[in-house]
């Protein structure tokens, strides 16, 4: 079924419009204080929003309007949370806690204790069910916790990092089994992680400063981003500009020459995406055609693989991949002056 979700809370300058379609799944991808969280809390009935409207399958979660005011509590929204801490209650078995959410809504005790077992064996957890949470690992009750959301039938699954909390050998496993469990079913997932949204998103949405700064299908988003905190995610560098006859301009005056879009149009707002590793590190301005150079100041120098990754620029926005023997050949510090430049073949200009 379908979700739309319209809200405001000028407090924390939030004003987000969605939609998630029937059987999708959708990452919500931001950095920290971007609204990500206001927006589970909107959703699952924990904050009031100063205005909008919000309706899953036909059924009015809120309506806060000029001429009116509706709201659902939180048990009857058909939302399921399930966040980084599993949040299992102590004194339950793993069984028992799955059960909880299908004996609230009315099932007999036989009939919530059978869906919770049909859901513990879903998540590979039905050995699990006789432990208590104190019991059981991280990753162990992640797996419960899944079980116990999914076994209330939410019709719109709503996932706060799930991952987040797990170790390397717990993670992959569970990502395995949301990207199983989510098939066909109606998701929220926040996620800092580029391989959650990946795996397990269709869709995903970018927030910054409480507002989106882009979406669309996760593949596209992080082969060609437009904001930079996606940029970020998908390992490029990104100029913000005006479409020029053989590049951009940005605002700072800087131009960069690259291969454009077909149709891309001068005088368009447009970005120009590089990768680090098409970028080399000069101690004067390089020449030659075509290529960009930029005269940039080194903030970080961060090992990166077999190489080091050489950060620039304002607030190190800006990337470059290096061997080490040419960082210690160019005597490469922090404060340094140094020119950035990159192939003009090797940079991808298309609309912002």
Do not use: C
């Not at 104190?134 to 797996?143: F, P």
């Not at 079980?147 to 039938?153: F, G, T």
């Not at 949301?178 to 959650?196: C, P, Q």
């Not at 149009?265 to 098409?278: K, L, R």
């Amino acid at each position: 079924m379908t979700f739309t979700f319209n809200a405001a809370v000028r407090e924390r300058n939030f004003d987000v419009s969605l939609t998630v379609g029937p059987g999708e799944t959708v990452a919500v991808m931001g950095p920290n204080g971007a609204g990500k969280s206001t927006l589970l809390d909107l959703i699952a009935g924990l904050l009031h929003p100063d205005s909008g409207r919000s309706v899953l399958g036909g059924k009015v979660l809120f309506e806060v309007l000029d001429g009116g005011h509706t709201w659902l509590a939180p048990h009857r929204r058909g939302t399921a949370l399930l966040a980084q801490d599993p949040l299992l209650f102590p004194h339950l078995s793993a069984l028992e806690n799955v059960a909880f959410g299908p004996g609230s809504s009315g099932a007999s005790r036989t009939s919530a204790r059978n869906t919770a077992r049909e859901w513990l064996d879903a998540v590979e957890a039905g050995g699990l069910a006789q432990r208590r949470p104190g019991e059981l690992s991280g990753g162990q009750a992640q797996r419960v916790a899944v079980a116990r959301a999914l076994a209330a039938s939410p019709e719109l699954l709503l996932l706060d990092e799930p991952l987040a909390a797990l170790d390397i050998h717990a993670a992959p496993l569970l990502r395995r089994l949301l990207k199983h469990v989510l098939a066909g079913r109606s998701a929220i997932i926040i996620t800092h992680d580029v391989l959650d949204a990946l795996m397990l998103a269709d869709r995903v949405i970018v927030l910054e400063n409480g507002k989106i700064t882009e979406e669309g299908p996760t593949r596209q988003v992080l082969q060609r981003p437009r904001s930079r905190f996606a940029a970020g995610l998908a390992g490029l560098n990104l100029l913000a500009g005006t479409v020029t006859e053989d590049g951009i301009t940005t605002a700072e005056g800087v131009h960069f020459s690259g291969q454009h879009d077909d149709g891309l149009e001068p005088g368009q707002d447009g970005v120009a995406a590089f990768p680090p590793s098409a970028v080399s590190v000069f101690l004067s301005e390089a020449h030659g055609s075509p290529r960009n150079s930029m005269a940039v100041t080194v903030t970080d120098l961060e090992p990166h693989g077999d190489q080091i990754r050489v950060r620039a620029g304002m607030r190190g926005q800006l990337a470059a991949d290096i061997t080490p023997a040419a960082v210690a050949d160019l005597g490469l510090v922090p404060g340094m002056k140094v020119y950035f430049v990159t192939k003009a073949a090797a940079v991808a200009v298309y609309p912002a």
